[in-house]
């Protein structure tokens, strides 16, 4: 099987009327008007971004599911995506794997794979995804002001806890490992609620650097500070098994959790609690915008915690 042969055996599929998908130069995706278009872009890399042994069928959900996740952080509607992949050789039962959780994951969002790339190199993955938003609504990382609560999507720090594990730096029980190995390997991207929250957010990101790193960029855009209060941190309670430092670092500055952090008026929280009920989603308010910069992390006896590290860094 040659590269053309791989395309059209695993990625040649059906594009909606009026769309000109895989097969041609570049692919055709009509616009609606009064919107604005969404695009993001992600690459992973075996062994920086996932293991070598990882399941193709949940790396291809994966892959796809981060760049749904930035679809989210900015109230898009995700339409459209490319798929660029680096193969070290064809492997027909890898490819068969990938393609199908691609497929799926692709059909659950409502997405087309309307074109990308193949080559032959170190096993890669890397999806620009596109998506629609009203004009003028967009979530920015931009629109924070001192006085606004911060939240978050979900329980954070299960991610995490499954590289350490995966790492040696924790042995985590058996039953608690396949818990936090799902969230690491099946993250779920929160467009519904990036949708809900347009009109409702002053700022949004998704969370895959760590809590504290990435609400910094919030604070850098916005020109502001963020207090989190640590007790209200949400995670897996089963994660108290972890050395004190351990657990603090895999829910504040561990990454991969791919949930939202937004800011929003203390006006809008009565508001934000019937649309997480709505959504059946437990939306946590963890803490304000300051004044001044940078984030600090607070105790539940007041005191600030310093943090070895606050989030990844591909160079560090």
Known sequence: ???????????????????????????????????????????????????ADADPGCLARKALAVNLSDMAAMGAEPKWFTLSLALPEIDVDWLGSFSLGLREMADEYGVVLVGGDTTRGPLAISIQIAGEVPAGQALLRSGG???????????????????????????????????????????????????????????????????????????????????????????????????????????????DDYELCFTAPAASRSRIEALGLDLGMALARIGSLTEGDGVRVCREDGLRLELARAGFDHFS
């Open 145 to 255: 002001k001192p006085g606004d609560d911060v939240w978050v999507s979900g329980p954070l720090g299960a991610a995490a806890a499954a590289v350490m594990h995966r790492l040696g730096r924790v042995e985590l029980p058996p039953k608690l490992r396949g818990q936090c190995e799902i969230r690491l390997d099946l993250p779920v991207p929160r467009v519904q609620l990036g949708v809900r929250l347009r009109g409702l957010a002053s700022a949004a990101l998704d969370i895959s650097d760590g809590l504290v790193a990435d609400l910094g960029h919030i604070c850098e855009r916005s020109g502001c500070g963020a207090e989190i209060m640590l007790p209200e941190v949400p995670y897996p309670r089963e994660l108290d098994c972890l050395p004190e430092t351990l657990l603090e670092e895999a829910i504040l500055a561990g990454g």
């Open 1 to 51: 099987m040659n590269e053309f042969g791989l395309i059209a055996r695993y990625f040649d599929w059906p594009a909606p009327a009026g769309w000109l998908g895989v097969g041609d130069d570049a692919a055709l995706v009509p616009l609606t008007a009064d919107r604005e278009l969404a695009v993001s872009v992600d690459m992973m890399i075996e062994g920086r971004h996932f293991f």
